[in-house]
């Protein structure tokens, strides 16, 4: 069956513009995550759906993000006026639901390199 | 909130046996996973804890104990394709009640001939 998968999975892009990067859960996965690897660091959390809301935004850095998950599926992160410090990979997990023991299957990412 | 602490870095050779730590403080505990990433690719599940004990899936083997804030991953019998980045993960009580994931920064395992 299909994994997490993710697009795009390279993105370049000048500062200051705005990106949208995408993630297509595990049909039927109802919790879906994003984190965030800068290069040779540990997973930074950003936010958590549950379905299709979010009851944790904490880890979103700055106003400049906001994410959304439609028909409790796909969901999109958008960075607006990107900086150079926002270059990382974007990485994208689904679980089959928030209870315990409920691993997180990753899609391949997004790297992101902003110029 | 959460703080977890693994080794940066860990050398072992083929065929020998490795232990990688973790150690944790957090204030409503549920569970620790491994997960293994290799270099350039997504990190996969390897192990779930949550009573305290170990638990053994083949070469892979983890021991959690709760009363300590501890937990390891044992590999037995290193292949050179073992050379990967082992995460500890913790899961706890977040924002609004829910299970709060949180990745510790990883251990970085280079296998050696």
């Known amino acids: 069956g299909a994994g997490v998968s993710q697009s795009p999975s390279n993105k370049v892009t000048e500062k200051g513009k705005d990106v949208e990067l995408r993630c297509d859960p595990i049909?039927?996965?109802?919790?879906l995550y994003w984190y965030r690897q800068s290069l040779g660091q540990g997973l930074e959390f950003l936010i958590y759906?549950?379905?299709?809301?979010?009851?944790?935004k904490s880890g979103l850095p700055s106003d400049r993000f906001s994410a959304e998950r439609t028909g409790g599926s796909v969901s999109t992160l958008t960075i607006q006026r990107t900086q150079q410090e926002d270059s990382a990979v974007y990485l994208c997990a689904s679980s089959l639901a928030q209870g315990a023991g409920y691993e997180q299957y990753f899609g391949p990412g997004t790297r992101l390199t902003v110029t | 909130g959460q703080n977890i602490d693994q080794p940066t870095e860990m050398t072992a050779t083929e065929g020998a046996i490795v232990q990688i730590n973790c150690t944790y403080q957090t204030s409503g505990f549920n569970g620790l996973f491994w997960y293994q990433q290799h270099a350039g690719e997504a990190p996969t599940f390897l192990s779930y804890?949550?009573?305290?004990g170990l638990e053994e899936k083949g070469r892979f083997s983890s021991f959690l104990s709760r009363s300590k804030g501890y937990s390891y991953l044992l590999l037995k019998e290193l292949q050179m394709k073992d050379s990967a980045s082992y995460l500890c993960a913790v899961r706890d009580e977040g924002a609004g009640g829910y299970q709060k994931v949180t990745f510790g920064t990883g251990t970085k395992l280079q296998v050696i001939p």
């Open positions: 049909s039927g996965h109802t919790a």
């Open positions: 804890n949550v009573l305290d």
């Open positions: 759906f549950q379905g299709n809301s979010a009851p944790d």
